[in-house]
Structures are given as C-alpha cells and as structure tokens.
Nanobody, 121 residues
Framework: QVQLVESGGGLVQAGGSLRLSCAAS????????MGWFRQAPGKEREFVAG????????MYADSVKGRFTISRDNAKSTVYLQMNRLKPEDTAVYYC??????????????WGQGTQVTVSS
C-alpha cells in the first residue's frame, strides 16, 4: 500500500506561481512513476504531468507545457509540481498519483486525496 499526501494548493492570482508537493509513504521502495492529474468543476479528470522513477523522463499536457515543471526527490519520496504563470483555467483539484510502470497511465495504481488550486483573475 502506498499513501500519497498532496500539499501546497491555495488561492493565487493569475500570473502567479504555486508549488505542489506530494509525499509518499508505505511501499515506496519499489520504483514507481509519479504524476499529477487535475479535475476542474464539470470536467473529467485529466493528466497534467508525469515523471519516471529516475526523473529522466517527463511528460506534460499541452495546456501546461512551458508553464509547469514536475520533479522528484526519491530520497524524500516526494514529487513536486512547480506551476508558473497560472491561469484561471488552471483552477482545479490537483491529484498526485503513483504507478508501477515507467510511464504513468491514465488509471494509475494509487491516488492522493487532492489539493485545491484556485486561480483568480
């Protein structure tokens, strides 16, 4: 079992920045890809960013590419999402996820509880 706890969400003005953190506990010894998804009101949950276990491979949704950066610190069992130049359309609940494959899937093995990000205009 892996537990994922997100933090760092909040309210920010458009153009501002936030950094989300996701701390993993439990069976963290295995190599897992990590990622972030988000779900806005009235929308389906969507992929935001993913990172391989080594951190050497990353993927981003087109909507956030160039603005968001995913990284991880395996020694701390933590993955981060640096969000810059935030837009109101980034408003959503952001979920951390962990998977057992190299590239995170749309249905990963584990989910965090989510953290709210609200971007005001």
């Amino acid at each position: 079992q892996v537990q994922l706890v997100e933090s760092g969400g909040g309210l920010v003005q458009a153009g501002g920045s936030l950094r989300l953190s996701c701390a993993a506990s439990g069976r963290t010894s295995s190599r897992r890809s990590m990622g972030w998804f988000r779900q806005a009101p009235g929308k389906e949950r969507e992929f935001v960013a993913g990172i391989s276990w080594s951190g050497g491979f990353t993927m981003y949704a087109d909507s956030v590419k160039g603005r968001f950066t995913i990284s991880r610190d395996n020694a701390k069992s933590t993955v981060y999402l640096q969000m810059n130049r935030l837009k109101p359309e980034d408003t959503a609940v952001y979920y951390c996820a962990a998977d057992s494959v190299v590239i995170i899937r749309s249905q990963p093995d584990y989910w965090g509880q989510g953290t709210q990000v609200t971007v005001s205009s």
